[in-house]
């Protein structure tokens, strides 16, 4: 199983918006509503911003909204803060009862 | 509040075996599914293996099948990673992750534990 891929990097400047892409297959991504994000700061572990495609948890800012269309979701962090400063990682449910993650996307707020 | 805290990371050499645990407690351990993630060091995140309610169902990644055995006691509310012909490329921090009754998300996980596969 390939890791669902995603930009190494984005960036932009306070308030501007941002917007990561995950591709993945029709075996994964693109057969499931089972897609969800994760942010990770260095040194901690992950925290889940995204779930089943577009839904927020309780207490992730609304600024964090999901999408998805074919084999390709994408997270986009509109208004953004420096605390989104961090690495993000999509994953998704697969036809082979396991999971994928991206790889990896350092969002960097000038 | 969700607690889940793993342990058992440490320094073994290639070929070696380990075991790593996981403490759950704050919700019914015995109800939900169970994970096991990965990251290498400054690597990504990789999924390695999930167990059912009741232990009768795992799946894993293709790259730790055969060498990898998860396992969950619900009466001590502990899950387990059992490796096995241990790789420099198994050396990562190894998170325990709740699954969410009937979903595919991981909303609580732990802080991890540190392996290191090295000569």
């Known amino acids: 199983q390939s890791a669902l891929t995603q930009p190494p990097s984005v960036s932009g400047s306070p308030g501007q918006s941002v917007a990561i892409s995950c591709t993945g297959s029709?075996?994964?991504?693109?057969?499931?509503?089972?897609v969800s994000w994760y942010q990770q700061p260095p040194g901690t572990a992950p925290k889940l911003m995204i779930y089943e495609v577009n839904n927020r948890p309780s207490g992730v800012p609304d600024r964090f909204s999901g999408s998805k269309s074919g084999n390709t979701a994408s997270l986009t962090i509109s208004g953004l803060q420096a605390e989104d400063e961090a690495d993000y990682y999509c994953?998704?449910?697969?036809?082979?009862?396991?999971?994928?993650f991206g790889t990896g996307t350092k969002v960097t707020v000038l | 509040e969700v607690l889940l805290v793993e342990s058992g990371g440490e320094l073994v050499q290639p070929g070696g075996s380990l075991r790593l645990s996981c403490a759950a407690s704050g919700f019914t351990f015995s109800s939900l599914w169970m994970h096991w993630v990965r990251q290498g060091p400054g690597k990504g995140l990789e999924w390695v293996s999930r167990i059912n309610s009741d232990g009768s169902i795992t799946n894993y990644a293709d790259s730790v099948q055969g060498r990898f055995t998860i396992s969950r006691d619900n009466a001590k509310n502990t899950l387990f990673l059992h490796m096995n012909s241990l790789t420099v490329e198994d050396t990562a921090v190894y998170y325990c992750a709740r699954g969410e009754s009937g979903r595919y998300h991981f909303q609580h996980w732990g802080q991890g534990t540190l392996v290191i596969v090295s000569s």
């Open positions: 994953n998704s449910y697969t036809s082979s009862s396991t999971y994928v």
């Open positions: 029709s075996s994964d991504v693109g057969s499931y509503n089972r």
